[in-house]
């Protein structure tokens, strides 16, 4: 015995027409008709006498009546009353984000939206890009914010919030320590430290592109794939790393940051937003929201 099969018992005893009872349910007359004798054969009971022009109820069918209103009528409160309750149960808003995103531009947003939102939980979980772009896929976070992939996956929607700027990171002995700005041909001799491609491609590329738009090929002296790793190499004197400008906020013992000058057709280092199509939580839309509002104030300085 199925709820609906009582709902459609119900109904053709209140109607007394099989035709306007399956039209209350909005089913076909045959499925409606099956429901009912799926019924009877289950409890070996005639519920219905049925003629060609007239339904009633057995009087078996006026006892079934009595027991299946009540049923009907509780299964339709707990309904109503757990989805009151789901309502009122706070969804914490789950955000990744990649390092420069967690440093320069949430804390700001963050901010913002504390002031409309102070009841809202939000979990921050900072990681790779490439680690984060899963977590959002399978549901883990609500919305990221990353270097946007090579390849986009279609269930994932992506937007440019801007291209943050870069700097050179130098020893602080280093001969260029003093200049408040350098152009790649101040350093093109200069053993250069690079990330891997595979795991931070933006930060590969943008090395390699600054050098060969100058008709320049930068002499890699170094591997490495964290930034603090990077910087580390940098203050031991093994090289030198285009940084994202985020850094220069950060204190670090043995290396200075310098402004880079970038030519007007080599874009900055991207960091997207990007959450999954056909979400309508309301927090991540109204995040959203306030990110474009703010989007002048936001990227100030990135």
């Given at each position: 015995m199925e709820l609906n099969q009582l709902r459609c018992f119900i109904a053709v005893a209140q109607e007394l027409h099989f035709g306007h009872a399956a039209q209350k349910m909005e089913m076909m007359p045959a499925s409606f008709g099956r429901f009912i004798r799926l019924l009877e054969e289950e409890f070996g009971l005639r519920l219905l006498n049925r003629s060609t022009?007239?339904?009633?109820l057995t009087q078996e069918g006026v006892l079934f009546l009595e027991d299946a209103v009540k049923i009907v009528a509780l299964a339709d409160q707990l309904s109503s009353k757990f989805k009151k309750v789901g309502q009122k149960i706070k969804h914490p808003l789950r955000i990744g984000a990649m390092d420069s995103a967690a440093s320069g531009l949430l804390p700001k947003l963050l901010n913002i939206y504390r002031q409309s939102h102070?009841?809202?939980?939000?979990?921050?979980?900072?990681?790779k890009s490439i680690n984060l772009i899963p977590r959002l896929k399978s549901g883990w976070l609500d919305a990221i914010f990353v270097r946007p992939p090579e390849k986009y996956d279609s269930a994932i929607e992506f937007s440019l919030i801007t291209h943050?700027?870069?700097a050179l990171a130098v020893p602080c002995h280093h001969r260029l320590a003093e200049r408040n700005s350098v152009s790649v041909h101040d350093f093109a001799e200069e053993a250069m430290i690079l990330p891997e491609r595979?795991?931070?491609p933006h930060s590969h590329d943008l090395t390699m592109t600054l050098f060969r738009t100058e008709g320049l090929q930068p002499k890699i002296s170094q591997y490495a794939d964290e930034k603090h790793t990077i910087v580390n190499l940098v203050s031991a004197g093994l090289g030198l790393a285009i940084v994202p400008a985020y850094l220069k906020g950060q204190s670090f013992p043995g290396v200075k940051y310098i402004a880079l000058q970038v030519p007007e057709n080599v874009a900055g280092l991207p960091l997207s937003v990007a959450w999954m199509k056909g979400n309508t939580d309301a927090n991540l839309l109204d995040l959203l929201?306030?990110?474009k509002d703010n989007h002048l104030a936001l990227v100030k300085g990135l």
């Open positions: 022009r007239n339904v009633s102070p009841e809202v939980d939000i979990h921050l979980q900072e990681d943050e700027n870069c595979r795991l931070r929201q306030l990110l």
